[in-house]
């Protein structure tokens, strides 16, 4: 189907398949979708940079105010692609959480139909419908997988593609090491593939293509840029952490994710006693929903590559020029 005139007259998608947006990207990547941090600011940066900049809807609030987002990103694309005819931005994209607990899903998905958005990316729970509704006005999208149960039915719901969340990523994350992840992926599938985990420099994203990714998913690395809708003192303790500072627990939302150690200390508790078990952790999980992702910070093992806060097309430069270092 081909694009709405939203889309079309703006061109921002770049085409309706994520392999052929390749053309359009300085560097194979997605920029992940960060909970409380991804912005319009700092998608508009990314795409303009050269990587695929998404967003989270939950980071509109109120709701009513992600149409808004979505028409700021649109608009302000299609003006730089009018002004820089031979440099055009990558496509955008948002991420839905389509589990049925989301009070927030039907509006926030006839929101990306109304703009059609190139790329929806869901999570917690393969949608069929949501699949569907996306794919009915040419968009593409992809899921959020751990293993491989998830990705088949995930494929099975009718998902354009996979994002394979390997041990490492920032954020609810699986424990499989990408190595076997990718390999039992492509034994079965050969669809549009991305590789998350632990991927901040040019030469993770060449080994994730090595792998058989058609992109990489780069996350963290995006934190401590000044277009990053967080508080200095988050940034700034990205910059001063490194892999050994990550505690991989399921403590704070009873599934578990990656976060920042210093931010569990600042919280007054010890990442190094927290909850195991299936019921200590619910329990621990409800006691500590309000400072889940607000207070502790979800954050991937690749920020050692942080150095210092600086704009999002900086990150991207180091990027591309990396990749371009190991892929001549």
């Not at 994209?93 to 589990?99: M, P, S």
């Not at 703009?115 to 593409?140: D, T």
């Not at 910070?297 to 990396?322: F, M, T």
Request: with cysteine.
């Amino acid at each position: 189907m081909a694009l709405g005139p939203a889309l079309a007259s703006a061109d921002v998608s770049g085409g309706a398949t994520l392999r052929g947006w390749r053309d359009r990207l300085r560097v194979p990547v997605i920029a992940a979708p960060l909970f409380l941090i991804s912005n319009p600011r700092l998608v508009i940066a990314q795409c303009v940079a050269g990587v695929i900049g998404t967003l989270p809807a939950l980071n509109a609030r109120p709701s009513a105010q992600f149409g808004e987002w979505l028409a700021e990103i649109i608009e302000t694309l299609s003006q730089w692609n009018r002004r820089n005819p031979d440099k055009l931005a990558a496509p955008f994209g948002v991420n839905l959480v389509v589990h049925r607990s989301n009070p927030r899903l039907d509006d926030d998905l006839a929101q990306c139909a109304k703009h059609h958005v190139p790329l929806v990316i869901s999570s917690m729970g393969a949608r069929a419908e949501v699949n569907a509704a996306v794919q009915a006005y040419g968009g593409v999208t992809l899921h959020d997988v751990i293993n491989q149960a998830h990705a088949r039915k995930a494929i099975e719901r009718g998902a354009t593609g996979l994002i394979a969340v390997a041990a490492g990523a920032g954020g609810h994350a699986g424990a499989v090491s990408p190595f076997a992840l990718m390999q039992e992926l492509r034994v079965w599938f050969d669809g549009p593939l991305v590789l998350a985990g632990a991927i901040s420099s040019g030469r993770a994203i060449a080994a994730a293509r090595l792998l058989g990714a058609d992109l990489a998913y780069v996350g963290s690395a995006f934190i401590a840029t000044e277009e990053a809708s967080c508080a200095e003192a988050q940034k700034d303790a990205v910059v001063a952490s490194g892999a050994d500072d990550i505690v991989y627990t399921p403590a704070f939302s009873g599934t578990p994710a990656n976060y920042l150690r210093s931010s569990i200390v600042a919280a007054g508790l010890d990442p190094d006693d927290l909850p195991t078990t299936r019921r200590a952790t619910n329990v621990a999980a409800q006691d500590n929903a309000a400072k889940a992702w607000t207070d502790i910070w979800g954050c991937g093992q690749g920020i050692g590559n942080a150095h210092a806060i600086e704009p999002a097309a900086a990150v991207i430069d180091r990027l591309a020029r990396e990749y371009d270092e190991v892929s001549a």
